[in-house]
Each structure stands twice: as structure tokens, then as C-alpha cells.
């Protein structure tokens, strides 16, 4: 990894360069349906990984309100290049290590309910259902 400057009209690997308002906006709705998600988070994981996300997406939507070359069509300014695949920015790193945590969140819940589901479904294991006779 090495530092290298670059400004992104584009969302990832440059897509949507020519509608910059149009990321804009989309950040912007992205950035109210996370917040809500993550108020709504029943675990802690869950929310860290959503909170995570959230600052990435509101520090490439403040670039994009804010950098030049105007309001709401701004470039996002990159800096990290990673090699010779692309460039990216500390907003990006956001929202690539959410994405894992929320990754990471799903397989162990899963994991957890198959385990569950296999302790219920092995002979000897099934408690009495209440009010009903047997």
C-alpha cells in the first residue's frame, strides 16, 4: 500500500463518474437507512459493524456535498493506493471492514442456529411442549 493522490467523481472502481449528484444522493439515503438499522440493532456486533459502515458512508457523502468542483457533485478525494488495483480513502476502509463484521455476524449466528436446530432435533433432547398432553 502506498499513498498516491486521486479525486473519484465515481462510487467504487470509478462506477457512476458521469452522475456524481446521483451517489450523492444515494449516499445520502444510505446514510438514513443505516442510522436507522443501526438504532434498531439487537446486538452488539450488529451495531458495530452498521456504525462502522455509517462513517464510511457519511465521509464519502461529505466529500461528495462539499470537494470540488460543487455542491453535491464533489469529487471523493483517494489517497490509499492499494498496489496497482485501485485507490481508495480511510471511508472505503470503513466500509469494507463493516461489511465484514456484519459477514462475520450472519455466519456466526448461523452457525449458532444450526447448532441449536441439531440439539433439538437429536432423540432423547425434546423438552415437552406446555399445555399439551402426552
Not at 446521483?22 to 443505516?34: D, F, M, N, P, Y
Amino acid at each position: 500500500m502506498t499513498l498516491r493522490l486521486a479525486f473519484n467523481p465515481g462510487g467504487v472502481l470509478s462506477f457512476g463518474a458521469q452522475a456524481p449528484w446521483l451517489l450523492t444522493a444515494l449516499g445520502l439515503v444510505s446514510i438514513a437507512l443505516i442510522a436507522t438499522a443501526m438504532i434498531r440493532a439487537r446486538t452488539t456486533p450488529w451495531a458495530v459493524g452498521l456504525g462502522i459502515i455509517l462513517g464510511g458512508a457519511i465521509g464519502n457523502t461529505v466529500d461528495r456535498l462539499f470537494s470540488p468542483p460543487g455542491f453535491g457533485v464533489g469529487h471523493v478525494t483517494d489517497f490509499l493506493a492499494y498496489g496497482t488495483l485501485f485507490i481508495g480513502n480511510l471511508a472505503d476502509l470503513a466500509l469494507a471492514v463493516g461489511a465484514i463484521i456484519l459477514m462475520a455476524t450472519l455466519w456466526s449466528q448461523s452457525r449458532v442456529r444450526q447448532a441449536d436446530a441439531a440439539r433439538r432435533s437429536s432423540p432423547g433432547s425434546a423438552a415437552p411442549t406446555v399445555g399439551h398432553a402426552q
